[in-house]
């Protein structure tokens, strides 16, 4: 997909490109686990707290 839209605008070099994506999906994942293991295996923070902020 990337390669049809920088083929369609004329970019040449994607190097530094790729590279930062791959970075944002690294820390969109790492972000996700750690958010995860915070709201399952904290036993102060359990999900019927979470609800007070949704009622």
Do not use: C, P, W
């Not at 083929?7 to 530094?16: D, F, H, L, P, W």
């Not at 994942?29 to 958010?35: E, K």
Request: hydrophobic share 60%; aromatic share 12%.
């Amino acid at each position: 997909m990337i390669a049809v839209y920088f083929g369609a605008v004329a970019v040449k070099n994607t190097r530094y490109t790729v590279i930062a994506m791959l970075l944002a999906d690294l820390v969109g994942i790492i972000t996700s686990i750690a958010l995860a293991y915070l709201f399952l295996h904290n036993e102060k923070l359990q999900v019927r707290s979470l609800l007070v902020f949704y009622h």
